[in-house]
């Protein structure tokens, strides 16, 4: 699967236009898209523009809690969202972090989840997977996307992040030597979490947030208040 970027008003984003043919609505946004807040103009102009209801945005914790979303349910806190009713976008806010969509296509069911170092160790990806399939998912048919994050290629990390990795069960190819400096790829950490559950249809947009022409908004390029969207939904 391709991703592609597309424009919709004033919303310009990366999508992969096969998944969006199966139902599963999506986007990973860049900075030239307007925030979001839930009761503002830009909120009402997003679900125009998609065709949506309503929208579930969390304040993220860096943690591994995730939530369903079905018949009205909201979520005020976590780092992952499965939704099952349809028309209702969940959405992850990013700066460098990984945002990753999980789609079941056949089935009225979609997750995402913000994956920081910190969410990655706690294994947010794979406790998405596997609380999809307890709802009914069949692991092989399941497909994910890795949206923009800063890529190994910038990711620097110290000792304690690399002793945290080291010791928790991730193999070398997640980090990258270059002299004195270790980096992190914090993709790959994920895909290995994966394909050791079964996940075989994993797909890499390849964009890194932190050197991809200031296209995204990145924290470790001192943009400390900048957010993108990223958001999927199941067509009604």
Not at 163 to 182: E, L, M, Q, Y
């Amino acid at each position: 699967m391709k991703f592609e970027i597309a424009q919709k008003g004033d919303w310009s984003y990366y999508s992969v236009p096969g998944l969006e043919a199966a139902g599963i609505v999506h986007g990973f946004f860049t900075r030239a898209s307007p925030s979001l807040e839930p009761y503002g103009k830009d909120g009402r102009a997003f679900l125009d523009a998609f065709g949506l209801r309503r929208f579930v945005v969390m304040n993220q914790e860096h943690g591994d809690a995730i939530h369903v979303i079905r018949d009205g349910e909201k979520a005020v806190s976590g780092d992952g969202i499965i939704i099952i009713e349809k028309n209702v976008a969940g959405i992850i806010k990013t700066a460098d972090c990984l945002p990753v969509i999980i789609a079941a296509p056949g089935l009225p069911m979609a997750g995402i989840v913000h994956a920081g170092w910190r969410g990655t160790v706690r294994r947010i990806s794979l406790k998405a997977v596997q609380k999809m399939v307890e709802l009914g998912a069949k692991i092989e048919d399941l497909v994910v996307l890795m949206g923009p994050s800063i890529s190994s290629c910038c990711y620097e990390v110290k000792e304690d992040v690399y002793s945290i990795f080291d010791n928790g069960g991730f193999s070398d190819r997640v980090f990258r030597k270059a002299g004195d400096a270790t980096y992190l790829d914090i993709r790959e950490a994920n895909r290995e979490l994966l394909l050791r559950e079964g996940v075989k249809k994993i797909y890499d947009s390849n964009l890194c947030t932190y050197c991809s022409d200031r296209l995204f908004a990145s924290y470790r390029r001192g943009e400390r208040g900048s957010r993108q969207i990223n958001f999927v939904s199941l067509k009604g």
